[in-house]
């Protein structure tokens, strides 16, 4: 049959040897026919429809905002925070305020004016009676005579609305001055013994002959009624995270007089020591060792290459790229951040705490998503040593939009891509971090669909083959917040689906190494040890399925016993069933058991052409998982959002954020509980949001050094459409190939729309390097 087939047929009369010409697969052959790449061209500019409502506050508001809570009527009592200490009020942070979508809708949807602004301020008010930090709402904006400043109490139930107590505030550099005399003291008590175990000694952060690092730990409070932190020391340099010592130290820190902070101890050996004399005792005992020295030399642990371990054949040439050959195929609207591209259509936001959002999400001008937004990044650690087994990170608490910076070119993003640049408020500024989004269009790597038909034996037949081209824009942006490097990504793909994926780099937070603690993970090195961790990381989904009336339909794969008739030997026999219905009430919930379940958010009122409820599924990708432990003291009731795969609520003004950016030092008596979320609501035809976690168990190896590869920490979901429209949506792509062969004449047609491959060779003679510019060094 092969010789019948059309790739038989194709090769028959083609020279295996050379191309041909003309070339079947639509090849450029003659230089007339080869277009100049226009890689670097900019995108397109396209004008959004409405200026974005989400866009971040401008650098004028942010000084605005700042004199305007500093002005004296405001009666803050505020001191300048460079010159505040604990015990006074200053500014922590200003952000951009969520906007309520309820407004937000009547001016995007209808004939409302743009709902305006304000400004999310943080002051931490050591100064008062009873030291607090409040968050505050200021606006509208730009300031004037209507802007007022308010409590920005009603996104957090936990009780206290925007009011966090002093003990469960950010551990700021006011904070860890505040403890440096007792930390300082407490480690030159036994400078003699760190010399000798680890020829390191700490004298204070700001000491010449300190020559280890302090490495602080959070959370430090569980319910902020009192207030502890944990340290550990290390080597110092640029891959600190690695070359950690055994040597901890906790101090209790409750309160804002410092002179009542108090040590509560020394740990090395796994053994805890109150005081500097039990310490001491124990050593002069000989009980205390090193018996898996550190280096302090750090060569091994850094990102670059390493003559030692020699070259590849063939790596002295550039690596392919996923390169834009066509020029830009999407349009951008840089001062309103709207993009559009093969059908979608999207606005992107940036806040300090949260970093990249995307709003107003449609395909062919119907609204799939309201909101799209990273919700918190967080880790929690697992150790016989009281650093890993106090550490849980939220990284909200240290601004994720804040830590996302430059991306290389051809590297991080692939050459020519879109860079925009990220800005968020700094005390009175706005910081520019140059191009810490990029925006390009990828190859997928397949096709979006294909099909061969060969028409064997029927002579007056044909055969064909038939490809659509796949590739999607993808928009990134990687947050290095401290050790680890996220990246995030998001893929609008031709065929109406977006991709979500994370994936983690960067250096481990690791113990010394224990040769009884395996099982807190792998040994990495001489003295280091990878410390066995959870990732979870949260987005809300704000669905509109073409409305805000929406349910989250589960249709369980089922397996059941039945009888037919046309089988009355087999009597009763097992086969599949599907068992479609609604969710009622707002739930936590995980993915089924080998995939027996199908997640989709849909919409009753609108039926596609065949009566079926439009809707898009939520298709598990990688590594999708949640935080592992349910009681940890350390995370809770602090964490909630993490512990389930899928959550669906009803959509609330005030239900902005899955998590608080200050929950972390509050696991026992959090700002924001997540599980008060499900009262029992309706998800059925109403406005829902789907909450979904990505994430890995960082099973640690001795590959996470120099630091954790990004090809196999990385996590993902899909949302493809299910039945939301009568097919698929591939038919008015131009990018593909319909070719036939004649069964009788062996005579081949194509249908090409013109679109033919380019010949490099051309592209390379090019004497204009500025297409290439790479090529040329
Ligand atoms: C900080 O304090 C110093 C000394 O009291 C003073 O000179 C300076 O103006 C203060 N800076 C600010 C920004 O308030
Ligand atoms: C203002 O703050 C200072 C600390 O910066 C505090 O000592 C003082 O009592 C406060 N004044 C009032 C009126 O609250
Ligand atoms: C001890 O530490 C110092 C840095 O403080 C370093 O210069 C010296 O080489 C170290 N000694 C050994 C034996 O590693
Ligand atoms: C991005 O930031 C750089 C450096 O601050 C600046 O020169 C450039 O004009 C900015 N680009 C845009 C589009 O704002
Ligand atoms: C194949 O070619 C023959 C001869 O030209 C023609 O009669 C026949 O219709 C063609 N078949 C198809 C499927 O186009
Ligand atoms: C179907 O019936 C068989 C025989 O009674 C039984 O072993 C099997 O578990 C049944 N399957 C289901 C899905 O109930
Ligand atoms: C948003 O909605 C909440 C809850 O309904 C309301 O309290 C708040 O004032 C609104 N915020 C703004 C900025 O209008
Ligand atoms: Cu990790």
């Given amino acids: 049959m092969l010789a019948e087939s059309l790739v038989a047929a194709l090769l028959a009369i ?107 301020v943080v002051i931490f008010e050591g100064g008062k009676e009873e030291p ?35 003990d469960g505030r950010y551990m700021d550099g006011k904070r860890t001055a505040g403890y440096q005399p007792l930390l300082k003291q407490a480690m030159t008590d036994v400078a003699d013994i760190t ?138 609207d840089r001062e309103n951040q709207y993009v559009e591209f093969m059908g979608w259509s999207f606005y992107m936001s940036f806040t300090r705490i949260l970093g990249l959002m995307f709003y107003d999400i449609k395909f062919k001008g119907e609204r799939i998503i309201y909101e799209l937004s990273l919700q918190e990044a967080a880790a929690q650690y ?33 050459f020519g891509a879109t860079m925009l640049n990220v800005t968020y408020p700094a005390n009175d500024v706005t910081d520019v971090h140059p191009q810490g989004i990029c925006l390009f269009e990828s190859d997928s790597g397949y096709p979006v669909a294909r099909h061969r038909y060969g028409s064997g034996g029927n002579p007056n037949g044909f055969s064909n083959i038939a490809a659509v081209k796949s590739s999607a824009l993808h928009a990134r942006t990687i947050a290095t917040i401290g050790n680890y490097d996220y990246l995030f990504d998001y893929a609008f793909h031709v065929d109406g689906s977006i991709e979500i994926e994370v994936r983690a780099s960067g250096y481990l937070q690791s113990s010394p190494y224990y040769k009884d603690q395996t099982n807190f993970g792998a040994r990495v090195g001489l003295g280091t040890q990878g410390s066995f961790h959870d990732h979870i990381l949260s987005w809300k989904a704000d669905f509109d399925i073409i409305s805000t009336k929406n349910s989250l339909q589960r249709t369980d794969l089922i397996v059941v016993n039945q009888t037919q008739p046309w089988f009355p030997e087999l009597g009763e026999f097992e086969q599949m069933e599907l068992k479609a219905y609604n969710m009622e009430k707002e739930q936590q919930f995980n993915w089924a058991q080998n995939g027996q379940s199908m997640f989709c958010v849909v919409n009753d009122e609108e039926k596609n052409s065949w ?13 999708n998982v949640h935080l592992s432990t349910h009681n940890s003291p350390f995370s809770k009731h602090s964490s909630h959002i993490l512990k389930s795969h899928l959550a669906v609520t009803q959509h609330h003004d005030n239900e902005p954020y899955g998590n608080s950016w200050q929950n972390v030092n509050l696991p026992l008596k959090p700002q924001q509980d997540f599980s008060k979320l499900f009262n029992d609501e309706s998800v059925d035809g109403e406005d829902i949001v789907v909450w979904f976690n990505l994430g890995m168990h960082h099973y640690t190896r001795s590959e996470d050094i120099p630091v954790t590869l990004y090809s196999e920490a990385v996590s993902s979901i899909v949302f493809a459409p299910q039945n939301f429209h009568d097919r698929a949506q591939e038919g008015d792509l131009q990018n593909r190939r319909w070719i036939t062969s004649n069964a009788t004449t062996g005579e081949i047609t194509y249908e090409d729309q013109g679109l033919q491959l380019p010949t490099c060779k051309v592209v390379l003679e090019e004497p204009a390097t500025k297409i290439l510019p790479w090529l040329t060094i």
């Fill in 14 to 120: 083609a020279p295996v040897s050379a191309r041909p010409e003309p070339d079947l697969w639509r090849r450029a052959v003659s230089a007339a026919d080869v277009r100049t790449c226009a890689l670097t061209d900019e995108a397109p500019h396209v004008k959004a429809p409405k200026a974005n409502a989400w866009a971040p506050i401008s650098p004028q508001d942010v000084k605005d905002v700042w004199k305007f809570v500093h002005a004296p009527e405001r009666a803050l009592n505020l001191t300048d925070p460079a010159n505040a200490t604990l015990t006074d009020n200053y500014v922590f942070l200003v952000d951009t305020l969520y906007l309520n979508k309820t407004q937000v809708l009547s001016y995007i949807d209808g004939d409302a004016a743009q709902p305006p602004k304000y400004a999310r």
């Fill in 132 to 166: 607090v930090s409040q968050e505050y709402m200021v606006g509208p904006l730009p300031v004037g005579a209507e802007t007022t400043i308010a409590p920005y109490d009603y996104p957090f139930n936990g009780g206290l609305g925007g009011k966090i107590p002093y």
């Fill in 195 to 332: 010399k000798a175990l680890f020829n390191g000694t700490y004298y204070g952060a700001s000491d010449p002959r300190t020559d280890i690092v302090a490495a602080n730990t959070g959370p430090h409070s569980l319910d902020g009624s009192q207030s502890w932190i944990t340290i550990m020391f290390r080597y110092p340099g640029a891959a600190s995270y690695v070359t950690p010592i055994d040597f901890y130290i906790i101090l209790d820190i409750t309160g804002t007089d410092i002179s009542k902070y108090t040590l509560r101890g020394y740990v090395t050996n796994t053994k805890f020591f109150k005081t500097a004399d039990e310490l001491r005792k124990a050593f002069e005992a000989g009980e205390i060792i090193s018996e898996f020295p550190q280096t302090r030399d750090q060569e091994w642990a850094l990102l670059k290459a390493v003559p030692e371990m020699g070259v590849r054949d063939l790596d002295d040439r550039i690596a392919p790229q996923s390169i834009e050959i066509g020029g830009k195929r999407y349009k951008l």
């Fill in 382 to 414: 697992a150790g016989n040593q009281p650093k890993a087994a106090n550490t849980v990170y939220h990284d909200t608490y240290f601004s994720i939009g804040s830590t996302s910076a430059t991306l290389i070119e051809g590297f991080d993003c692939p």
């Fill in 611 to 623: 009566g079926v409820s439009r809707g898009y599924r939520l298709v598990p990708g990688r590594s």
